[in-house]
């Protein structure tokens, strides 16, 4: 099976991207929507995934590895639904990208991101992927 894209979101002053830096690994945990655990589920190691800040920044600002598939979440009651996947940083992006400029491009228009706006964990497809890498290579994305 080939690699999986992903954007996971998560509010910077609660768990940001220096946090996971600074953590060298982290759990993706407190996801307590079935559409994003169904896609948690479905990562495998290797996937990559960009790291969003929401609410503050609102902006993609880097790139992490899944290097464990799900479990069951340790932030959760015992027996629910809930799971969590590891994450470990890549690289941060040359320039955050951010939501105003995802949503003014054509090509990234079917985003998770802009479809499924309240979605913590949404697919990317590879073009998409790919494009939003070419946008933060310059600044203002």
Known sequence: ?????????SEPDVY??????RDG???????RNH???LNMKAMKVGDEALFYHS??????????TITEE???DPTAEPGSPWVVVRVAPVRPLANPVSLAAIKADPALADMD????????????????WKHILKKSEKPGG
């Open 1 to 9: 099976m080939s690699k999986q894209y992903w954007l996971m979101k």
């Open 16 to 21: 940001g991207w220096d946090d996971l830096v």
């Open 25 to 31: 690994t982290g759990i993706w945990d407190g996801v």
């Open 35 to 37: 559409s994003a655990k």
């Open 55 to 64: 609410n503050i920044g609102k902006e993609c600002v880097g790139i992490m």
């Open 70 to 72: 799900s479990f069951p």
């Open 113 to 128: 991101l802009i479809r499924l706006s309240r979605l913590s964990v949404g697919r990317v497809k590879p073009d998409e």
